[in-house]
């Protein structure tokens, strides 16, 4: 992605656009868990931002519905902030979330700003807002209830993601995802009642793929292995 020192305007937008979505879409998600066993679809950065801002905002009406009027979620910075959220990824790639640490986070900072620099001020300081609120742990992040709700909104994306893979017979897609995420989303429902609403008809059946990993273990360690990885590197 090479869209750095250039002025965008009408004249300029739809290249700078393009290579932005070209860039996002050789970003491919999921590598670690692809490498463990089979996926019914191989994601891209592109794609993901797509339906994450899609599930953003049908996330949010379904919980603006049940808050007081002065309450409500502000559904178009949740879209943009879902819109935007990975668009680091162009520069510095896809990382697992179990795996992202603290030192990953100012160099994704520092990419984002590269490439909305070209952008005029008022849209570079709106969009970097809403970047802010999506993107935790810099100097720049904000604490909000969008931030809040927007990390219950990724984490029921992994959810649905891996109750979808599990339900194809990938119950790798079943660690470091429904054991992990559903505590933090019960706890989070405190907040954002809409939550049991969305989980709870689920939980028993992630449950039932996770034993079903665990029982698999083993399998699933020594196929990773027989593909070439190092052991040391299986994640589970």
């Known amino acids: 992605m ?53 599930f953003t905002l049908y996330c949010a009406i379904v919980e603006n519905e049940q808050r007081a009027a002065n309450e409500k ?56 807002h809403a970047f802010c609120h999506a993107f935790p742990g810099v100097e720049q992040s904000i604490e909000s209830r969008e931030s809040r709700f927007f990390k219950v909104v990724e984490m029921l994306g992994f959810l649905k993601r891996g109750i979808h893979e599990c339900r194809a017979g990938n119950v790798h897609f079943a660690p470091k995802n429904f054991d992990r995420d559903v505590p933090k989303l019960l706890a989070a429902a405190e907040e954002f009642p809409s939550i049991h609403g969305h989980i709870q008809p689920f939980l028993a059946e992630m449950m039932s793929h996770l034993d079903a990993f665990n029982r698999s273990h083993s399998e699933y360690r020594d196929a990773f292995v027989q593909a070439g990885n190092d052991a040391d590197d299986f994640p589970f």
């Open 73 to 128: 979620l502000n559904v178009e910075l949740l879209v943009v902030m879902a819109l935007i959220h990975d668009i680091a990824e162009i520069k510095v790639g896809d990382i697992a979330s179990f795996k992202r640490t603290k030192g990953d986070r100012e160099p994704e900072y520092r990419a984002f700003c590269e490439i909305i620099a070209p952008l005029p001020e008022p849209v570079r300081n709106y969009i970097g």
């Open 2 to 54: 090479d869209a750095t020192n250039k002025h965008v305007d009408l004249g300029t937008m739809f290249s700078y656009l393009q290579d932005i979505a070209e860039s996002l879409e050789k970003v491919t998600r999921w590598d670690l868990r692809s490498k463990i066993g089979g996926q019914t679809a191989a994601e891209n950065d592109l794609q993901h931002s797509f339906k994450t801002a899609l």
